[in-house]
């Protein structure tokens, strides 16, 4: 039993909002709502302004009320009806919440249980045999396994790493780690009050997709070290075949009726095409294949690139390098994150785990601070005469804050502030977390080159106006083939292969998940489904494992073989896709980089909110396919 001293030190240490919410559910006394609605304004710890008076009154009664659960007693308000639920959701974020909303906090947020994700999905029993095979165990591959489980389908996953974890098992760079706060990017149906820190590390989310795994008794039905070549549909037999390397039994086919890639976007490296680049003498490394790298420790480090992987492992190995030279094609926006690098209170993870719905309520907070929250800053105001670097009054005044950071951060440099100032609109291409940028850019042993890469020498770069600078590592932070979706795996339709129909970097999807003339297949992180402004890929994974097992059991249920996407349907989905991407930051006209192929089509990104991608995925309708 915790004592009376500790109990109110830990409460303490509870963001207010989240707690009032919480006290108001457990007492069942509304009114304290309406007292702290004036002074908040906005989901964030920092945006509520509320008196000490009422703070103090606030933690009191929390402590109280955490004696009384702790005594046998119940919270009054377990259940909440939809025009309470939609004004406590309001109040948790200082701005009007709307009653499509509603829904989707129940499912996500679970706000009926005392603490979110406490209690598991039914598991159901195994069935014999392989329904579905899934390709690859990254976070969607482990969502669509647990949702696979929680009806009974059969299935194999195959992962081509030694591990699940996808891209958080592949990226073991210096400083790696998620620029997402953990209290939203998580599982609903496995939240974790754990976290050491509020942006943990490569290894802390890593542990975090084991444990599910674990905790879904998922690992009789994953098969490690397993890479798929070949997908190749049989129509006759209404069934895939797939064909893959096993590092134990060699080169294996495997069939099933229905086939899941969940690969995503971000797992092949992209390596630019600088001239002489094999030719350099020392080590040159890929963000993502830095395993086995060893340190850098005295060395003159070339780090080619400046977005969310450079702006991490640069600060990283800074302490370490002798010289660090950073190349730099655009500027990138980078923003000041609060808790970006602090690590989680026992106090506040007590809170977390302990204090009934106090969890449900913060991460409602998350959720709306880095998703739906934001959306407004992307859309391009058609009469907005504030200049070509913005797009609304709200991007231009997130632009002048971020500028103003910038250059306090550099006020000793106005030089480097020219050249790291972008020249496009906020959101254009993802914010970037400072984590060390700006103070690495001022330590004297780093440099920062704007100029071309002419080209690579044995142990030096050239730039483009004939000056040579001596490297002996050469890191390449220059992201991935997100475009050429799938590959390199060969996927053999009912008409040809998938880059028969999506070219080298030209994929579509019904949802980003169906194609036409690719009977029983699903694409999980598919095109237009990624968020250019924050989010979480975990939310986006349930949505579509959820979708992805009702297709399924519409084809179970109806008694057919196949199903496959309309292609009128997939057809306009995409045009209306493509035509309302010209609303979006995405297409301003200054904005270039991998959310466009190569023709400048918007290709990764959606252009809804999450509350309308998660509605979408609700319920198949049946009209959108063909069974047979």
């Known amino acids: ?50 008196p000490d008076d009422l703070q103090r009154e606030i933690c009191d009664g929390a402590a109280k009320a955490y004696r009384q659960i702790e005594a046998g007693g119940t919270p009054k308000l377990t259940e909440l009806d939809d025009a309470i639920l939609q004004n406590m959701l309001s109040v948790a974020v200082g701005e009007e919440v709307a009653q499509d909303y509603v829904a989707m906090a129940r499912e996500q947020i679970a706000f009926h249980r005392m603490q979110a994700g406490i209690s598991d999905p039914p598991k159901a029993a195994r069935r ?71 942006y943990s590390g490569q290894q802390s989310i890593l542990d975090y997709l084991v444990s599910v795994c674990d905790r879904f008794d998922l690992w009789p039905d994953i098969r490690l070290s397993c890479e798929v070549s070949q997908a190749r549909y049989d129509e006759d037999a209404g069934r895939w075949s797939v064909r893959f390397l096993s590092a134990t039994d060699g080169e294996t086919v495997l069939d099933a009726q ?37 340190d850098v420790r ?35 926006w980078i923003s000041k994150i609060r808790n970006l690098d602090r690590k989680v209170s026992a106090g506040k993870k007590w809170v977390l785990a302990n204090l009934p719905f106090y969890g449900n309520w913060y991460r409602f907070q998350m959720f709306w601070a880095f998703a739906d929250g934001l959306y407004p800053v992307l859309r391009i105001d058609p009469d907005w005469n504030g200049g070509r670097d913005s797009v609304n009054a709200l991007n231009a005044r997130l632009r002048d804050r971020m500028v103003h950071y910038m250059t306090e951060r550099l006020a000793e440099r106005p030089d480097l502030l020219a050249k790291v100032k972008p020249d496009y609109p906020p959101y254009g291409k993802r914010v970037v ?39 002996d590592t050469i890191i390449l932070a220059t992201g991935f083939h997100a ?35 690719f009977p029983n297949m699903f694409v999980l992180y598919g095109p237009n489904t990624g968020l250019g402004h924050g989010g979480s890929v975990m939310f986006l994974a349930e949505c579509q494992a959820k979708y992805v097992t009702r297709c399924i059991s519409l084809v179970e249920e109806g008694g057919f073989r196949t199903i496959t996407v309309d292609p009128n349907v997939h057809d306009n989905y ?11 930051v995405w297409a301003h006209p200054n904005v ?37």
């Open 574 to 584: 995409r045009a209306r896709i493509d035509r309302e991407m010209q609303s979006f």
């Open 128 to 198: 014999d045999g392989t329904k579905a095979i899934i390709v690859g165990a990254g976070v969607s591959g482990i969502a669509q396994a647990v949702r696979f489980r929680q009806a009974g389908i059969p299935f194999v996953l195959l992962e081509k790493n030694a591990s699940v974890g996808g891209t958080w098992f592949e990226n073991v760079y210096p400083g790696c780690a998620v620029d997402t706060p953990n209290h939203f990017y998580e599982y609903s149906f496995a939240t974790n009050d754990d976290w050491p820190e509020y």
């Open 258 to 294: 229905f086939l899941v890639t969940a690969v995503g976007q971000l797992n092949r490296p992209a390596k630019p095409a600088i001239a002489g680049l094999e030719n350099f003498a020392g080590p040159v490394v890929h963000t993502a294949e830095w395993r086995g790298m060893g």
């Open 483 to 517: 475009g050429r979706m799938l590959w390199p795996m060969e996927i053999i339709g009912t008409n040809g292969t998938i880059r028969d129909k999506w070219g080298e970097d030209d994929p579509s999807a019904y949802l980003g998940m169906t194609v036409p003339d």
């Open 592 to 628: 270039n980089g991998w959310y466009k192929n190569s023709v400048g089509r918007i290709i990764i990104n959606q252009p809804g909110k999450l509350i309308d991608y998660w509605a979408s995925c609700q319920k198949p309708q049946q009209t959108d396919f063909h069974f047979a």
């Open 433 to 471: 977390a400072d984590a060390g940028w700006f103070d690495m850019l001022l330590d004297p042993k780093t440099a920062l080159e704007t100029d071309a890469i002419d080209q690579i020498l044995e142990k030096s770069i050239r730039l483009s106006d004939g000056r040579e600078i001596d490297v």
């Open 1 to 50: 039993m915790i004592d009376d001293k500790t109990l109110v030190r830990h409460i303490e240490s509870a963001d207010i909002v989240p707690l009032a919410l919480s006290l108001a559910q457990i007492s069942g006394d509304l009114t304290l709502l309406e007292r702290v609605r004036p002074f908040i304004r906005g989901p964030w710890a920092h945006q509520a302004k509320v």
């Open 298 to 332: 005295g060395k003159r480090v070339a780090l080619v690139g400046t977005g969310a992987s450079a702006a991490q492992i640069g600060p990283a190995i800074l302490p370490e390098v002798e010289k660090l030279t950073i190349f730099q094609r655009t500027g990138t």
